[in-house]
């Protein structure tokens, strides 16, 4: 049975498990319908459905807790780590349907012995434009699988409101020692992109 985690929490996540090399990191995420086409419908995305909200998971790869390398970023426009450990398996647009919205395999044997920390973000695409933030996301969880027999490990549900926030720093898996360790962070952010969430660890 998977451990539920909470904000803040952190746990082993190779201690214990020898045989665990390959990990498939799922998340998730429910835009909330809008009930109105009237003013608030307008004011958040113009429309009945919260299904026109693109939100893109990424991984930012860390050196002594610093991102140095454009190499390190692994999104929707670099699906995959140039040493091979970090695969995106592809962008989901809208967010609906049941289950893990977006994917990232992690190699951990592979990752280079500089990096130290993998740190998952979330952001709204084109946020600002829209009119939109992570008040109108609901059910959003990160959750880890043993990719050989896809074994759920834990999960951590960013249960509180974000409303205002556009980007989350949903959570880190790093180095403690020999072994990984799993935090759940859970972190809001007014960051408009990507770009800027990057820019915090420089």
Known sequence: MAIILQKGQRIDLTKGRPGLEKITVGLGWDPIEQKSKGLLGGLFGGGGSGSNMDI????????DDKFLSKENLVYFGNLKSKCGSITHTGDNITGEGDG??????????RIPANINKLVFVVNIYDCVKRKQDFGQVENAFIRVMNSSNNEELLKFN????????TSLIVAEIYRHGSDWKFGAVGTGSMDPGLSQ???RYS
């Open 197 to 199: 969430m990057v820019q």
């Open 56 to 63: 893109d998971a990424s991984v930012i790869m860390l050196e």
């Open 158 to 165: 960013l249960s509180e409101s974000y409303a205002g926030s």
């Open 100 to 109: 893990d919205d977006e994917q990232v395999i992690v190699d951990l044997k």
